[in-house]
T-cell receptor, first 114, second 115 residues
Framework: EAQVTQNPRYLITVTGKKLTVTCSQNMNHEYMSWYRQDPGLGLRQIYY???????DKGDVPEGYKVSRKEKRNFPLILESPSPNQTSLYFCASSPIAGGTDTQYFGPGTRLTVL | AQKVTQAQTEISVVEKEDVTLDCVYE???????LFWYKQPPSGELVFLIRRNSFDEQNEISGRYSWNFQKSTSSFNFTITASQVVDSAVYFCALMKPGGYNKLIFGAGTRLAVHP
């Protein structure tokens, strides 16, 4: 089944404890990105990747890192999480970078930073 | 700058009522794409429709219909004969070609359909 998977789905952590949220797609998509969803703000892009080893900042990159060592994986890293990073996170992918294809979203990861 | 406004924060209707969710967008581009996504209580994002700026034809899919009007920069979504299963948060989004696939989302409209 074609899908985008994220792990974990739920995470409660404490300020400053490094964490990684994994994202994987099995559709051989070039493009992957991360969004965060906050009440009243909709979804905002954190980082995106046009292909392996090609990543760039979105609208709200502060406090986050990403890497794209393999085409299928695009982990989101929070080196020192803070309470303002409590949010619902979505990974998305689409077939071609720079195109206008519909993006497919993962199931979401609900992160709480205490 | 690009922007999407969904002025209705929450809408509450009774089953079988028709309901329209408003979406107004801002962009200086002549070519762009508009999307609607549904987020049910389970939290995932479900793609509903994609429309390019050159296609102003309205679209109907079952009980769902979309009205795209470039003159008013609006892309409204109507659910006919609403059902409890339509209860969700609905997001309107904008994308421009060459914009690195970035979606600009509105704040979302929470629709509650009561029996």
């Amino acid at each position: 089944e074609a899908q985008v998977t994220q792990n974990p789905r739920y995470l409660i952590t404490v300020t400053g404890k490094k964490l990684t949220v994994t994202c994987s797609q099995n559709m051989n998509h070039e493009y992957m990105s991360w969004y965060r969803q906050d009440p009243g703000l909709g979804l905002r892009q954190i980082y995106y990747s046009m292909n392996v080893e090609v990543t760039d900042k979105g609208d709200v990159p502060e406090g986050y890192k990403v890497s794209r060592k393999e085409k299928r994986n695009f982990p989101l890293i929070l080196e020192s999480p803070s309470p303002n990073q409590t949010s619902l996170y979505f990974c998305a992918s689409s077939p071609i970078a720079g195109g206008t294809d519909t993006q497919y979203f993962g199931p979401g990861t609900r992160l709480t930073v205490l | 700058a690009q922007k999407v406004t969904q002025a209705q924060t929450e809408i509450s209707v009774v089953e079988k009522e028709d309901v329209t969710l408003d979406c107004v967008y801002e962009t200086r581009d002549t070519t762009y794409y508009l999307f609607w996504y549904k987020q049910p209580p389970s939290g995932e994002l479900v793609f509903l429709i994609r429309r390019n700026s050159f296609d102003e034809q309205n679209e109907i899919s079952g009980r769902y219909s979309w009205n795209f009007q470039k003159s008013t920069s609006s892309f409204n979504f109507t659910i006919t004969a609403s059902q409890v299963v339509d209860s969700a948060v609905y997001f309107c989004a904008l994308m421009k070609p060459g914009g690195y696939n970035k979606l600009i989302f509105g704040a979302g409209t929470r629709l509650a359909v009561h029996p």
